[in-house]
T-cell receptor
Framework: DTAVSQTPKYLVTQMGNDKSIKCEQN?????MYWYKQDSKKFLKIMFS???????INETVPNRFSPKSPDKAHLNLHINSLELGDSAVYFC?????????????FGSGTQLSVL | GENVEQHPSTLSVQEGDSAVIKCTYS??????FPWYKQELGKGPQLIID?????GEKKDQRIAVTLNKTAKHFSLHITETQPEDSAVYFC??????????FGTGTSLTVIP
């Protein structure tokens, strides 16, 4: 009964391919996020959704498209993958997305683009 | 926007010694300061947090202090153990806003 679970754990693919990462939370939270962690371990927010609505959309190439079918799921689809997309992607959730509340992370998806 | 700086980037301590990691923030409206521990191959996990109406908080061997005037907060780990080895992140946020993370501190506890 993992609180925030994301799949797959590892994703190795060729440049130009399209791939998806799935995320689900069973905490009953209203807000979910995608973070990117680069090789220097820096955590940068990409998107956040509150109850299926896009709240934060940082400067991310439009090849990245989040989709939230319901408030417990937030998937990330990436088109035309590039070498620079290689990173660890973390899904996270929080209760109401108010900013000053606990954030829970998934275990990450390590994406390697060859 | 908010700017969170974290030091040091790497820290090595002998088992049993204390470790201190420091962060500064720029936005005086920030009022929530969590600390996350990230073990190898895992996601960041919340270990302790503090709100701006409190100056210090302790949980067993871990403590966090906050100086609102100077806009800095610190993580203190006492009696370190090898399992404390990980990357630690500080963060700052305010109501209605996103989290801003520090750049991480890689802590190594030498047995």
């Amino acid at each position: 009964d993992t609180a925030v679970s994301q799949t797959p754990k590892y994703l190795v693919t060729q440049m130009g391919n399209d791939k998806s990462i799935k995320c689900e939370q069973n905490l009953g939270h209203d807000t979910m996020y995608w973070y990117k962690q680069d090789s220097k371990k820096f955590l940068k927010i990409m998107f956040s959704y509150n109850n299926k609505e896009l709240i934060i959309n940082e400067t991310v190439p439009n090849r990245f498209s989040p989709k939230s079918p319901d408030k417990a799921h937030l998937n990330l689809h990436i088109n035309s993958l590039e070498l620079g997309d290689s990173a660890v992607y973390f899904c996270a959730s929080s209760l109401a997305g108010q900013g000053n509340e606990k954030l829970f992370f998934g275990s990450g998806t390590q994406l390697s683009v060859l | 926007g908010e700017n969170v700086e974290q030091h040091p980037s790497t820290l090595s301590v002998q088992e049993g010694d204390s470790a201190v990691i420091k962060c500064t923030y720029s936005d005086s409206a920030s009022n929530y300061f969590p600390w996350y521990k990230q073990e190898l191959g895992k996601g960041p996990q919340l270990i302790i947090d503090i709100r701006s109406n409190v100056g210090e908080k302790k949980d067993q061997r871990i403590a966090v202090t906050l100086n609102k005037t100077a806009k800095h907060f610190s993580l203190h780990i006492t009696e370190t153990q090898p399992e404390d080895s990980a990357v630690y992140f500080c963060a700052a946020s305010k109501p209605g806003n996103q989290f801003y993370f520090g750049t991480g501190t890689s802590l190594t506890v030498i047995p």
